[in-house]
Nanobody
Framework: QVQLLESGGGLVQAGGSLRLSCVASGSISSFNVMGWYRQAPGNQRELVAT???????SYTDSVKGRFTISRDNAKNMVYLQMNSLKPEDTAVYYCTYKTTARNFWGQGTQVTVSS
């Protein structure tokens, strides 16, 4: 099992910044992909960004140039630096941990961007 604990959500005005953090614990594989999804009310959960242990990153188009994902493999942590936030970024953000055989989710952290 892998446990994920997110932190860093909150309320921010449009144009502001927030940094989300997630730490993984438990049976951590040497190769994994950690990332962030989000779900706004009435919407499906969508991928925001991912980062592999090898440093490969990917982003959904709507956050490119504004969000940066990074990770500290030694600490089993992944971060999401969110700049130039928009009201449409409002959602519950979920940390994920994936290998070829397993997929785990955190409990989620609320991000609210006011206009």
């Amino acid at each position: 099992q892998v446990q994920l604990l997110e932190s860093g959500g909150g309320l921010v005005q449009a144009g502001g910044s927030l940094r989300l953090s997630c730490v993984a614990s438990g049976s951590i594989s040497s190769f994994n992909v950690m990332g962030w999804y989000r779900q706004a009310p009435g919407n499906q959960r969508e991928l925001v960004a991912t980062a592999s242990t090898g440093g490969i990153t990917s982003y959904t188009d709507s956050v490119k140039g504004r969000f940066t994902i990074s990770r500290d493999n030694a600490k089993n942590m992944v971060y999401l630096q969110m700049n130039s936030l928009k009201p449409e970024d409002t959602a519950v953000y979920y940390c994920t941990y994936k290998t070829t055989a397993r997929n785990f989710w955190g409990q989620g952290t609320q991000v609210t961007v006011s206009s």
